[in-house]
């Protein structure tokens, strides 16, 4: 399986690479490439900014993957370069977003963990 990972270099996603190297499949990550992490040797890396959708479609132009696994995507404008630059060229593509983006952290200026989905949302503009 050739597996591509939107957001593969902290948290979960960086987990998730792990994961997939560790079972022999073909990795590859997309990100900024901001953030430094060690990625087991082998894992291919594309540079691109989700907010930059001619960036996300010209890095993606002419590639294919069996499965994407998007875990950095937080609002539509972000995922649809994406999903658009993936019609034809996936096999599967799985969303998995983050609580920490989406719901309030704060009841009456008091931090509440874990977060569930019963919590109230973010401002508008986050979704």
């Known amino acids: 399986m050739d597996a591509l990972v939107l957001g593969g270099t902290r948290f979960i996603g960086l987990q998730l690479v792990r994961l997939l190297h560790s079972q022999g499949r073909s990795v590859t990550v997309l990100n900024r490439g901001q953030t430094q992490a060690q990625l087991p040797a082998g894992v291919g890396s594309i540079v691109a900014d989700r907010s ?7 890095a993606l132009r002419g590639r294919q993957f069996d499965a994407a696994f998007d875990i950095s995507g ?3 404008s972000e995922l649809q370069p ?3 630059a993936l019609d034809g060229n ?3 593509y799985v969303f998995c977003s ?7 952290k704060c009841v009456n200026s ?4 874990p977060l ?6 973010e401002a508008q503009e986050r979704r």
């Open 110 to 113: 008091q931090a509440v963990y």
């Open 116 to 121: 569930s989905e019963q919590h109230g949302l």
């Open 52 to 58: 930059k959708p001619a960036q996300v479609t010209a």
């Open 90 to 92: 996936v096999g599967n």
């Open 82 to 84: 994406v999903i658009a």
């Open 74 to 76: 937080y609002k539509p």
């Open 98 to 104: 983050t609580a920490g983006g989406i719901f309030k």
